[in-house]
Nanobody, 124 residues
Framework: QVQLVESGGGVVQAGDSLRLSCITS????????IGWFRQAPGKERAFVAG????????YYADSVKGRFTISRDNGKRTVYLQMNALKPEDTSVYLC?????????????????WGQGTQVTVSS
């Protein structure tokens, strides 16, 4: 059974940092690209960052470039999202998903499985 479990969210102040983890099981993680998205209440799911199966190629939304870093440890079946210089507008539920195509990381339609998400709240 494919599972993705996010953790690491919390309540922080503007300027703080958090590291999110996406722990995978039930499939060969190293065969898939992984993406992080976020979804605020009443809004569509929005791309944050993506990483290919090897970890050599990464992709970011313009709004997080220079602040967020995505990485992976295939031995631990885990993908990370290091978030620095957090802003109140980063407040959202953060979810990870498996990219079935290995491309179009910004398009949620190419993702096959999703985790339940972890809440990140940034206060001003």
């Amino acid at each position: 059974q494919v599972q993705l479990v996010e953790s690491g969210g919390g309540v922080v102040q503007a300027g703080d940092s958090l590291r999110l983890s996406c722990i995978t099981s039930g499939f060969t993680c190293s065969n898939y690209g992984i993406g992080w998205f976020r979804q605020a209440p009443g809004k569509e799911r929005a791309f944050v960052a993506g990483i290919d199966w090897s970890g050599h190629s990464t992709y970011y939304a313009d709004s997080v470039k220079g602040r967020f870093t995505i990485s992976r440890d295939n031995g631990k079946r885990t993908v990370y999202l290091q978030m620095n210089a957090l802003k109140p507008e980063d407040t959202s539920v953060y979810l990870c998903g498996t990219n079935r195509r290995g491309s179009y990381y910004g398009n949620s339609d190419v993702y096959g499985h999703w985790g339940q998400g972890t809440q990140v709240t940034v206060s001003s």
